[in-house]
């Protein structure tokens, strides 16, 4: 079982931007499926991103052209790039693995949107 932890997260200003990754315990080649989930306060998580084994890669509408993911199998990481940040964008941040109809989580990173 693959162990997750992410990092990155932070409080950034409108229109900023940040990195996060997620690091892997072990290798992720066998992963087919990565990606992001957040949770904002008083709501219920959501799908951000993911990126297949293959390299192709999906976004939840409201994060299209702002946000990119990004895998590096050599290095057992996932990253998310964040452009353009708003203050909805504020959350909790999970990195997931699946495989095999199993998923696995991050413990999340925070990321706050405010001026």
């Known amino acids: 079982q693959v162990q997750l932890v992410e990092s990155g997260g932070g409080l950034v200003q409108p229109g900023g931007s940040l990195r996060l990754s997620c690091a892997a315990s072990?290798?992720?080649?066998?992963?087919?499926?990565m990606g992001w989930h957040r949770q904002a306060p008083g709501k219920q998580r959501e799908w951000v991103a993911h990126?297949?084994?293959?390299?192709?890669?999906y976004y939840a509408d409201f994060v299209k052209g702002r946000f990119t993911i990004s895998r590096d199998n050599a290095k057992n990481a996932v990253y998310l790039q964040m452009n353009s940040l708003k203050p909805e964008d504020t959350a909790v941040y999970y990195c997931?693995?699946?495989?095999?109809?199993?998923?696995?989580w991050g413990q999340g990173t925070q990321v706050t949107v405010s001026s």
């Open positions: 997931y693995a699946a495989r095999l109809g199993q998923h696995y």
């Open positions: 072990g290798s992720i080649v066998s992963y087919n499926l």
């Open positions: 990126v297949f084994s293959g390299g192709n890669t």
